[in-house]
């Protein structure tokens, strides 16, 4: 059974920082991409970054690059998000996700395993 845990949110001032972590298990992403992606209250869930396990490959939505960085540990089979200089319109529950293999894609449809969730809430 596949299953991505994120950890890692929580309430930081504006301009702080926090590192999201997603544990993968129940199978190697060691040839998949994998995403994190925000929903904020009244919104669609967004994609916010995605990064291709084998190659490094990473892309960001416009709104986080040179603010958030996507990273893998592959001895950990845990993908990371750090978010630095954040802002009050960063405050969503952010997932991680990961498709089943490693085709190159930025919409959420096309994303096979999703985690729980964790909330970010930055305050002004």
């Known amino acids: 059974q596949v299953q991505l845990v994120e950890s890692g949110g929580g309430l930081v001032q504006a301009g702080g920082s926090l590192r999201l972590s997603c544990a993968a298990s129940?199978?190697?992403?060691?040839?998949?991409?994998m995403g994190w992606f925000r929903q904020a209250p009244g919104k669609e869930r967004e994609f916010v970054a995605a990064l291709r396990w084998s190659g490094g490959d990473t892309d960001y939505t416009d709104s986080v690059k040179g603010r958030f960085t996507i990273s893998r540990d592959n001895t950990k089979n845990t993908l990371y998000l750090q978010m630095n200089s954040l802002k009050p319109e960063d405050t969503a529950i952010y997932y991680c996700?990961?498709?089943?293999?490693?085709?190159?894609?930025?919409?959420?449809?096309?994303?096979?395993?999703w985690g729980q969730g964790t909330q970010v809430t930055v305050s002004s």
């Open positions: 996700a990961a498709r089943s293999d490693s085709i190159w894609s930025l919409r959420r449809s096309t994303y096979n395993y």
């Open positions: 129940g199978r190697t992403f060691s040839s998949s991409t």
